[in-house]
Nanobody
Framework: QVQLVESGGGLVQAGGSLRLACAASGPTFRRYILGWFRQAPEKGREFVAAITWSGGWTSYADSKEGRFTISVNNAKDTVYMQMHSLKPEDTALYYC????????????????WGRGTQVTVSS
């Protein structure tokens, strides 16, 4: 069992920055890869990035173009998603999730999900 709680979302203007956080807990949470996904209304769930708890491996969606950075703070049991140069098309509900699968960009392989944090980017 892995419990995930997202925070850090909000309303920002285009070009602004946000840092999302995902606090993890549970007896086996460090076995899992942590991923960030986002979903806009009427859109599919889109992979953003993933990371191992060691921080030694990361994966990013091709479309992020260096604007997003995923990181981990093991002392706080928290994974972060730093987002810069935000665009209106980044507006979505952002979820963190945990998977044991090597196919970390496939949302169907994720076992546990947070409830999401809303990111809204105004134009």
């Amino acid at each position: 069992q892995v419990q995930l709680v997202e925070s850090g979302g909000g309303l920002v203007q285009a070009g602004g920055s946000l840092r999302l956080a995902c606090a993890a807990s549970g007896p086996t949470f460090r076995r899992y890869i942590l991923g960030w996904f986002r979903q806009a209304p009427e859109k599919g769930r889109e992979f953003v990035a993933a990371i191992t708890w060691s921080g030694g491996w990361t994966s990013y969606a091709d479309s992020k173009e260096g604007r997003f950075t995923i990181s981990v703070n093991n002392a706080k049991d928290t994974v972060y998603m730093q987002m810069h140069s935000l665009k209106p098309e980044d507006t979505a509900l952002y979820y963190c999730a945990a998977t044991l699968s090597s196919s970390s960009q496939h949302y169907r392989g994720y076992n546990f999900w947070g409830r999401g944090t809303q990111v809204t980017v105004s134009s």
